[in-house]
């Protein structure tokens, strides 16, 4: 089916000024375009679709010369797409706009002729969780420490970084570390000086009995 100017005025909003220059300019073009006097043009369902495509961009801020910049490059670079504006998905911030194409991460800048990527932000971030989560738990480790074997828990310090290392066995064995080879040798010193302590008490109390 096809639809004489004041009908494609009636449903797109648009004025004959517009449809005339729009046609002119290449933006939009109809389908039947009048050989002469007393012929009209005819613009089928699809030149419809495109108008009302056209006229939001300009209702969203883009400008004609910037719609036509990025209709010349899409047909010269993609000569397949006849109609981009009815083929093609159109997004816009009121200064650039973009075409999606067919992988979802990659969206064409029609007016740069530069592809960007977008960022799946729910995925980034329950993967960021997932990571954090992971470090969060607490890790175990056997040590030996003047033949006894021990216990150690190193604890990640998601604030300040580093690990906050213990003893299960020594409770008052506690030190840190930036890496869980420092935080481990820093726990050995402080098992040592625990064993010694305990050591001497030991024979303070041998000798005092």
């Known amino acids: 089916m096809e639809f004489g100017r004041k009908i494609v ?3 797109t909003g648009l004025s004959r000024m517009q449809l005339e220059h729009w046609a002119k300019s290449g933006i939009v073009r ?4 009048g050989g002469g006097k007393g012929t009209r043009n005819e613009y089928s369902f699809k030149d419809l679709v495109q108008l009302k495509v056209a006229k939001r961009l300009r209702d969203e801020g883009i400008s004609l010369q910037k719609i036509r910049k990025s209709l010349a490059y899409l047909r010269k670079n993609f000569p397949e797409i006849e109609a981009p ?5 159109f997004l816009t911030n009121g200064t650039d706009l973009f075409v999606l194409t067919d992988d979802p991460k990659v969206i064409l800048n029609t007016l740069k ?3 960007v990527f ?6 980034l971030i ?9 470090l969060s738990i607490p890790k175990e480790e056997k040590i030996k420490v003047r033949g006894r074997s021990f216990t150690v828990i190193l604890t990640p310090d ?8 213990t003893c299960k066995e020594v ?9 869980e080879q420092e935080a481990i040798d820093n726990i050995i010193d402080a098992l040592e000086l625990c064993l010694t302590t305990e050591e001497e008490l030991g024979k303070r109390r041998a000798q005092a009995g």
């Not at 109809?30 to 375009?33: H, R």
């Not at 504006?85 to 998905?89: D, E, F, G, P, T």
């Not at 329950?126 to 992971?134: A, D, V, Y």
């Open 85 to 89: 504006l009815v083929q093609l998905h």
């Open 113 to 115: 002729g530069q592809y």
């Open 158 to 165: 998601l604030e300040e970084g580093g690990y906050t290392v």
């Open 30 to 33: 109809p389908s039947k375009a």
């Open 126 to 134: 329950e993967g960021l969780r997932g990571e954090l989560r992971k």
């Open 118 to 123: 977008s960022l799946a932000l729910g995925h």
């Open 9 to 11: 005025m009636e449903l």
């Open 171 to 179: 409770p008052a064995a506690i030190s840190q570390g930036e890496t």
